[in-house]
């Protein structure tokens, strides 16, 4: 299994810090997709999105089962894997940004995880909780307990 990689893990020693051994990679590309910052981490962490005409270089290396755990623990929930054919033919995962949402279970309404949003994603969750409280105080809501969020 093969890794392209365009960031912090094309240094050795950062490969190396993370998985515990030495992977040596090569030089690729990745046609049509564009470097930009992370929407929520925006100072600190780089992403790739798709984008014609654009490139973005990075590494190649090998990978295992072991090395992918060590990896998404690495990357955190905010990147996710995708598989993609470099320029030079080769099959590989790739971690892009993970943009994801929170759904209420009781009212099926959507809170989306942004940098604009990243400091007031717990206070909107908490003003949501208090109005299901209110609509329930006030018989204009039937459903009973306290919302539940799930990933979307």
Not at 35 to 57: C, M, R, W
Not at 97 to 107: A, G, I, R, V
Not at 134 to 147: F, V
Request: net charge positive.
């Amino acid at each position: 299994m093969k890794l392209f990689t365009y960031g912090s893990l094309m240094d050795n020693n950062r490969r190396f810090e993370v998985l515990g051994r030495n992977i040596e990679g090569k030089k690729d590309i990745l046609d049509n997709w564009k470097l930009t910052k992370h929407s929520v981490f925006y100072d600190s962490y780089p992403a790739i999105i798709p984008q014609n005409g654009e490139f973005v270089k990075g590494i190649v290396f090998d990978v295992n089962n072991n090395d992918l755990i060590k990896l998404d623990r690495y990357e955190t929930i905010l990147y996710k894997k995708i598989k993609v054919l470099t320029k030079n033919n080769i099959e590989c995962l790739v971690y892009i940004e993970n943009q994801f949402k929170l759904k209420c279970d009781l009212c099926q309404m959507e809170f989306k995880l942004t940098k604009e949003g990243q400091a007031d994603l717990g206070n909107s969750l908490k003003r949501h909780n208090e109005w299901h409280m209110k609509a329930r105080i006030q018989k204009r809501n039937t459903t009973q307990g306290t919302p539940k969020y799930n990933r979307v």
